[in-house]
Protein backbone atom coordinates (compact mmCIF):
# COMPACT_ATOMS: atom_id res chain seq x y z
CA UNK A 1 0.00 0.00 0.00
CA UNK A 2 2.67 2.16 0.55
CA UNK A 3 4.11 2.00 -3.32
CA UNK A 4 1.15 3.06 -4.12
CA UNK A 5 0.65 6.16 -2.11
CA UNK A 6 4.20 6.85 -2.78
CA UNK A 7 3.30 6.42 -7.02
CA UNK A 8 0.07 8.79 -5.97
CA UNK A 9 1.68 11.18 -4.42
CA UNK A 10 4.55 11.48 -7.21
CA UNK A 11 1.53 12.26 -9.29
CA UNK A 12 -0.09 14.54 -7.66
CA UNK A 13 3.34 16.46 -7.48
CA UNK A 14 3.78 16.28 -11.17
CA UNK A 15 0.32 17.10 -11.84
CA UNK A 16 1.00 19.95 -9.84
CA UNK A 17 4.39 20.88 -11.47
CA UNK A 18 2.69 20.73 -15.32
CA UNK A 19 -0.10 23.20 -13.99
CA UNK A 20 2.53 25.77 -12.83
CA UNK A 21 5.06 25.21 -16.02
CA UNK A 22 1.57 25.79 -18.39
CA UNK A 23 0.41 28.69 -16.57
CA UNK A 24 3.98 30.13 -16.72
CA UNK A 25 3.90 29.51 -20.20
CA UNK A 26 0.44 30.47 -21.04
CA UNK A 27 1.52 33.59 -19.19
CA UNK A 28 4.60 34.15 -21.17
CA UNK A 29 2.79 33.81 -24.71
CA UNK A 30 0.10 36.15 -23.41
CA UNK A 31 2.85 38.78 -22.53
CA UNK A 32 3.78 37.91 -26.60
CA UNK A 33 1.38 37.42 -28.33
CA UNK A 34 1.46 40.69 -30.56
CA UNK A 35 5.13 39.82 -31.28
CA UNK A 36 3.44 36.04 -32.43
CA UNK A 37 1.14 37.51 -34.23
CA UNK A 38 3.47 39.99 -36.47
CA UNK A 39 5.85 37.38 -37.53
CA UNK A 40 2.79 35.29 -38.48
CA UNK A 41 2.00 38.15 -40.62
CA UNK A 42 4.86 38.22 -42.24
CA UNK A 43 5.10 34.94 -42.80
CA UNK A 44 2.24 34.91 -44.96
CA UNK A 45 3.23 37.64 -47.21
CA UNK A 46 3.78 35.39 -49.92
CA UNK A 47 0.71 33.72 -49.47
CA UNK A 48 -1.45 37.06 -48.98
CA UNK A 49 0.34 38.42 -52.57
CA UNK A 50 -1.37 34.93 -54.48
CA UNK A 51 -4.68 35.01 -52.90
CA UNK A 52 -5.24 38.45 -51.79
CA UNK A 53 -7.94 40.51 -52.93
CA UNK A 54 -8.10 44.31 -53.99
CA UNK A 55 -10.89 45.55 -51.13
CA UNK A 56 -13.63 47.92 -52.82
CA UNK A 57 -12.30 51.39 -51.71
CA UNK A 58 -15.36 53.18 -53.10
CA UNK A 59 -18.13 52.94 -55.66
CA UNK A 60 -21.67 54.35 -57.17
CA UNK A 61 -24.62 52.43 -56.36
CA UNK A 62 -27.44 51.93 -58.58
CA UNK A 63 -30.96 51.78 -57.57
CA UNK A 64 -30.91 47.74 -57.31
CA UNK A 65 -27.40 47.95 -55.04
CA UNK A 66 -25.11 47.13 -57.71
CA UNK A 67 -22.21 49.18 -58.06
CA UNK A 68 -20.68 50.69 -60.98
CA UNK A 69 -17.69 53.22 -61.26
CA UNK A 70 -15.76 51.40 -58.85
CA UNK A 71 -12.20 51.85 -57.36
CA UNK A 72 -10.21 49.48 -55.68
CA UNK A 73 -6.90 49.73 -53.15
CA UNK A 74 -3.97 48.72 -55.20
CA UNK A 75 -2.71 46.32 -52.54
CA UNK A 76 -3.68 42.50 -52.32
CA UNK A 77 -5.38 41.74 -48.84
CA UNK A 78 -6.94 39.06 -47.32
CA UNK A 79 -9.62 39.56 -44.60
CA UNK A 80 -9.42 37.75 -41.44
CA UNK A 81 -11.95 38.84 -39.55
CA UNK A 82 -15.26 41.09 -38.69
CA UNK A 83 -16.65 42.89 -36.04
CA UNK A 84 -19.55 44.60 -35.19
CA UNK A 85 -19.36 47.84 -36.87
CA UNK A 86 -18.47 51.18 -34.85
CA UNK A 87 -20.81 54.34 -34.70
CA UNK A 88 -18.86 56.39 -37.41
CA UNK A 89 -15.88 56.48 -39.58
CA UNK A 90 -12.71 57.37 -37.48
CA UNK A 91 -12.27 59.84 -41.11
CA UNK A 92 -15.37 61.65 -40.84
CA UNK A 93 -17.76 61.33 -38.22
CA UNK A 94 -20.88 61.96 -40.29
CA UNK A 95 -20.48 58.84 -41.78
CA UNK A 96 -22.04 55.69 -40.15
CA UNK A 97 -20.12 52.44 -40.16
CA UNK A 98 -22.19 49.74 -42.46
CA UNK A 99 -19.61 46.90 -42.45
CA UNK A 100 -15.56 46.70 -40.31
CA UNK A 101 -13.43 44.25 -41.30
CA UNK A 102 -9.98 43.18 -40.16
CA UNK A 103 -7.60 42.49 -43.13
CA UNK A 104 -4.14 41.98 -43.74
CA UNK A 105 -2.39 43.41 -46.99
CA UNK A 106 0.77 42.29 -49.08
CA UNK A 107 2.84 44.95 -47.45
CA UNK A 108 2.62 43.05 -44.10
CA UNK A 109 0.41 45.44 -42.46
CA UNK A 110 -2.74 44.83 -40.33
CA UNK A 111 -5.73 47.15 -41.53
CA UNK A 112 -9.00 47.66 -40.73
CA UNK A 113 -11.75 48.40 -43.10
CA UNK A 114 -14.99 50.82 -42.78
CA UNK A 115 -17.81 50.41 -45.26
CA UNK A 116 -20.40 53.16 -45.65
CA UNK A 117 -23.03 53.70 -48.10
CA UNK A 118 -25.93 56.51 -48.42
CA UNK A 119 -27.70 54.89 -50.82
CA UNK A 120 -26.10 56.36 -53.83
CA UNK A 121 -22.45 56.20 -52.93
CA UNK A 122 -20.30 53.42 -51.43
CA UNK A 123 -16.75 53.91 -49.88
CA UNK A 124 -14.58 53.27 -47.41
CA UNK A 125 -11.68 54.17 -44.65
CA UNK A 126 -8.74 51.82 -44.25
CA UNK A 127 -7.40 52.15 -41.04
CA UNK A 128 -4.11 50.92 -40.10
CA UNK A 129 -3.66 48.66 -37.08
CA UNK A 130 -1.04 47.71 -35.14
CA UNK A 131 -0.66 43.53 -34.42
CA UNK A 132 -1.79 44.60 -30.73
CA UNK A 133 -4.30 46.53 -31.70
CA UNK A 134 -5.80 43.50 -34.51
CA UNK A 135 -5.51 41.08 -30.69
CA UNK A 136 -7.18 43.70 -28.74
CA UNK A 137 -10.08 44.76 -31.21
CA UNK A 138 -10.49 40.81 -32.33
CA UNK A 139 -8.96 39.08 -30.13
CA UNK A 140 -7.40 35.74 -30.99
CA UNK A 141 -9.77 34.33 -33.66
CA UNK A 142 -7.72 36.60 -36.02
CA UNK A 143 -4.64 34.45 -35.03
CA UNK A 144 -6.31 31.60 -36.05
CA UNK A 145 -7.68 32.68 -39.06
CA UNK A 146 -4.24 33.67 -40.55
CA UNK A 147 -3.32 30.16 -39.50
CA UNK A 148 -6.28 28.61 -40.99
CA UNK A 149 -5.66 30.91 -44.45
CA UNK A 150 -1.95 29.47 -44.82
CA UNK A 151 -3.03 25.73 -43.80
CA UNK A 152 -5.86 26.25 -46.41
CA UNK A 153 -3.52 27.61 -49.52
CA UNK A 154 -0.94 24.75 -48.11
CA UNK A 155 -3.77 21.99 -49.13
CA UNK A 156 -4.88 23.89 -52.70
CA UNK A 157 -0.92 24.31 -53.59
CA UNK A 158 -0.92 20.40 -52.52
CA UNK A 159 -3.69 19.55 -54.39
CA UNK A 160 -2.96 21.78 -57.37
CA UNK A 161 0.38 19.88 -57.76
CA UNK A 162 -0.74 16.38 -57.54
CA UNK A 163 -3.33 17.05 -60.30
CA UNK A 164 -0.38 18.67 -62.40
CA UNK A 165 1.76 15.44 -61.62
CA UNK A 166 -0.81 13.27 -62.88
CA UNK A 167 -1.37 15.42 -66.02
CA UNK A 168 1.97 15.20 -67.05
CA UNK A 169 2.19 11.63 -65.85
CA UNK A 170 -0.67 10.97 -68.38
CA UNK A 171 0.86 13.17 -71.42
CA UNK A 172 4.36 11.37 -70.79
CA UNK A 173 3.50 7.90 -70.27
CA UNK A 174 5.91 6.01 -72.25
CA UNK A 175 4.79 2.90 -73.75
Known sequence: MDEIEAGFTRLTEKINE???STADAEKKIKENDAVLMEKMAGMALPVVQSIGLNMLEKGKQEASGELYDTSFYPSRMIVLGKTDPVKFRLDDINKKVDDQFCLLSE????????????G??????????T?????????????YML?????????NQ????????????????KE
Do not use: N, Q
Not at 107 to 118: A, L, P, R, V, W
Not at 131 to 143: C, F, K, N, P, Q
Not at 147 to 155: I, N, Q
Open 18 to 20: MTK
Open 107 to 118: DGKFYEIMYSSD
Open 120 to 129: FLADSYLHPL
Open 131 to 143: SREVLDLYGYEIM
Open 147 to 155: YRALREYLK
Open 158 to 173: ETLLDALEKTIDFIFV
